[in-house]
């Protein structure tokens, strides 16, 4: 089976910007793909040229099997794409919108109604359906966004930063969306939120200055992290001198941090040498040796970490 996104070698120029640099990647049914990156990276002009709203300079996109550059309409059924922004007509209501959408869409006027009632309560419009859009706050309007991007239950969905601006049980609830339609269509998800790629996304692509310089699944991407596997314990005080020197003579350990200081304990970190796991190898080198250490456990790795290291020049 093809994936129900290809994109290959694709380029955008905006003068003498280059805001895409050679991206390829493809997603398949059933994937959540993240998409992360620094601001201006070239997150939201890979979707645009996806979803046809911009011409690429080189390369191809392709939705479905549909080449956006020349089978554009067809590719178009087939995807809802949430812009950056969510940019809608302030001067219609969301009813008046969706109705609006899904004639664009040529949904008959039966499915029309029950799409359109589906969506709204999913995205929770009721309370607003009859106010001007340019009167809704910005994260019910977003929600509106997201409620014409789902409206025709479409097998791909590009979503550009989708819980921008929401509160905190709205983006929970957005993300639970999102995953619950992950499992029958492919999606891809914008997000400067990192926690979102480990809640939603089966892989994540780092974008910097339009190159792709990461692509793997949250769990590959936290083991990219420098204090993947590192080992956190608090030991007393008096002992913290002689713990260090101990896991320092251990081949496996690259070296041994104080990351904080009470008055009778002090928190240290093990950091292994290779990402490698050595949880059991501290806890039983301070059983030997009589240390009793508190709240012994071994770090994912934290995806702040990952994100600075690829894509900041140290
Ligand atoms: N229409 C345009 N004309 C000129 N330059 C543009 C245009 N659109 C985007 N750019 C430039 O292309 C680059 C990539 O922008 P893009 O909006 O894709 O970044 P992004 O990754 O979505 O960033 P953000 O996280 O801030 O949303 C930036 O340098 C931006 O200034
Ligand atoms: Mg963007």
Same mark, same amino acid.
């Given at each position: 089976?093809?994936p129900?996104?290809?994109?290959?070698?694709l380029?955008?120029h905006?003068?003498?910007?280059?805001?895409?640099?050679?991206?390829?990647?493809?997603?398949?049914r059933?994937?959540?793909l993240?998409?992360l990156?620094?601001?201006?990276?070239g997150k939201?002009?890979?979707?645009k040229?996806?979803?046809?709203?911009?011409p690429?300079?080189?390369?191809r996109?392709a939705?479905?099997?549909?080449?956006i550059a020349?089978?554009p309409?067809?590719?178009?059924?087939t995807m809802?794409?949430l812009?950056?922004?969510?940019?809608l007509?302030?001067?219609m209501?969301?009813?008046?919108f969706?109705?609006f959408?899904g004639?664009a869409?040529?949904?008959?006027?039966?499915?029309?109604?029950?799409?359109i009632?589906?969506?709204?309560e999913?995205?929770e419009?009721g309370?607003v359906?009859h106010?001007?859009i340019e009167?809704?706050?910005?994260?019910?309007?977003?929600?509106?966004?997201?409620?014409?991007?789902?409206?025709?239950d479409?097998d791909?969905?590009?979503?550009?930063e989708?819980?921008d601006?929401?509160?905190?049980?709205q983006k929970?609830?957005v993300?639970?969306?999102?995953?619950?339609? %992950? /499992?029958?269509?492919?999606?891809i998800?914008?997000?400067?939120? =990192?926690?979102? #790629?480990?809640? &939603?996304?089966? +892989?994540?692509?780092?974008i910097?200055h339009g190159?792709v310089?990461?692509d793997?699944?949250p769990a590959?991407?936290?083991?990219?992290?420098p204090?993947?596997?590192?080992v956190?314990?608090?030991?007393?005080? %008096? /002992?913290?001198a002689?713990t260090?020197?101990?896991?320092?003579g =251990?081949?496996e #350990?690259d070296? &041994?941090?104080? +990351?904080a200081?009470?008055q009778s304990?002090v928190?240290?970190?093990?950091?292994?040498?290779?990402g490698?796991?050595i949880?059991d190898?501290v806890?039983?080198?301070?059983?030997?040796?009589?240390?009793?250490?508190? /709240?012994?456990?071994?770090?994912?790795g934290?995806?702040?970490d990952v994100?600075?290291?690829?894509?900041t020049?140290a």
């Amino acid at each position: 089976m093809s994936p129900l996104i290809e994109v290959q070698s694709l380029r955008k120029h905006f003068g003498s910007v280059v805001a895409v640099d050679d991206i390829s990647f493809a997603v398949d049914r059933g994937e959540v793909l993240g998409f992360l990156g620094p601001n201006g990276a070239g997150k939201s002009t890979t979707m645009k040229i996806i979803t046809g709203y911009l011409p690429a300079t080189d390369g191809r996109a392709a939705v479905c099997g549909h080449d956006i550059a020349l089978q554009p309409i067809e590719a178009k059924r087939t995807m809802g794409y949430l812009p950056e922004g969510a940019p809608l007509y302030g001067d219609m209501t969301p009813t008046g919108f969706l109705d609006f959408i899904g004639r664009a869409r040529r949904m008959p006027r039966a499915e029309r109604k029950r799409r359109i009632a589906e969506v709204v309560e999913r995205m929770e419009l009721g309370e607003v359906l009859h106010r001007r859009i340019e009167t809704l706050s910005k994260g019910f309007r977003r929600r509106v966004g997201l409620a014409q991007a789902i409206l025709h239950d479409p097998d791909v969905l590009i979503l550009d930063e989708p819980t921008d601006g929401l509160d905190p049980n709205q983006k929970h609830q957005v993300r639970e969306l999102i995953k619950s339609m %992950g /499992d029958r269509k492919a999606i891809i998800i914008s997000t400067h939120i =990192l926690e979102e #790629v480990d809640a &939603v996304c089966d +892989r994540a692509i780092i974008i910097d200055h339009g190159k792709v310089v990461s692509d793997g699944t949250p769990a590959q991407l936290h083991a990219r992290s420098p204090e993947h596997n590192a080992v956190m314990m608090r030991v007393p005080a %008096g /002992d913290a001198a002689r713990t260090t020197q101990l896991l320092m003579g =251990l081949p496996e #350990v690259d070296r &041994v941090e104080e +990351r904080a200081r009470a008055q009778s304990s002090v928190l240290l970190m093990a950091v292994p040498k290779n990402g490698q796991f050595i949880g059991d190898l501290v806890a039983f080198t301070l059983r030997e040796n009589n240390i009793a250490a508190a /709240d012994l456990h071994a770090e994912a790795g934290k995806l702040d970490d990952v994100f600075r290291k690829l894509t900041t020049i140290a």
